[in-house]
Nanobody
Framework: QVQLVESGGGLVQPGGSLRLSCAASGFTFSSYAMSWYRQAPGMQRDLVARIDSSGGHTRYGDSVKGRFTISRDNAKNAVYLQMNSLKPEDTAVYYC????????WGQGTQVTVSS
């Protein structure tokens, strides 16, 4: 059974940091590119960051470049999103996605940036 389980979300003040984790199981994690997406209320789901299967190449949405870092540990079947200098507009549900010929999604974790 394929599972992607996000964790690490919560409430943080502007300028703060959070680290999201996504634990994967039920498929060959090291063969899949991984991405983080986010969706704010009433908005479309947008790409935040992407990392290839080996971890050698990353790509970021324009709004998070220089603030967020995606990484992965293929030995632990996990992908991470380090989020620094958080802004209120980063408030959203953050989703983990695995993709190759198939795609899988996690259930999401809420991130709220507010004073």
């Amino acid at each position: 059974q394929v599972q992607l389980v996000e964790s690490g979300g919560g409430l943080v003040q502007p300028g703060g940091s959070l680290r999201l984790s996504c634990a994967a199981s039920g498929f060959t994690f090291s063969s899949y590119a991984m991405s983080w997406y986010r969706q704010a209320p009433g908005m479309q789901r947008d790409l935040v960051a992407r990392i290839d299967s080996s971890g050698g190449h990353t790509r970021y949405g324009d709004s998070v470049k220089g603030r967020f870092t995606i990484s992965r540990d293929n030995a632990k079947n996990a992908v991470y999103l380090q989020m620094n200098s958080l802004k209120p507009e980063d408030t959203a549900v953050y989703y983990c996605r695995a993709h190759r010929t198939l795609e899988f999604w996690g259930q999401g974790t809420q991130v709220t940036v507010s004073s």
